[in-house]
């Protein structure tokens, strides 16, 4: 079931989050310093949000999962 939403949604993610990280990376290159300043930790931003998106949280869903299994319905 992780591997069928990861698979789902892996494009949509990637594809938004590269779309944003080039306008981003664009305002770093033809902005003023204090847009600059803004615009490279909003990078890392986008980068780190994109990783744990699609690596991290199916594999934390999957352990939670195993620590705290559901009920059963009555």
Do not use: H
Request: charged share 10%; hydrophobic share 50%.
């Amino acid at each position: 079931m992780v591997n069928g939403s990861i698979t789902q949604t892996l494009s949509r993610s990637i594809f938004t989050s590269l779309t944003t990280f080039i306008m981003v990376a664009a305002l770093y290159a033809f902005g003023v310093s204090s847009v600059k300043e803004f615009a490279l930790p909003l990078m890392a931003g986008i980068l780190c949000g994109t990783y744990s998106s699609v690596c991290i949280t199916g594999a934390l869903w999957l352990v939670l999962r195993k620590v705290f299994p559901q009920k059963k319905a009555a």
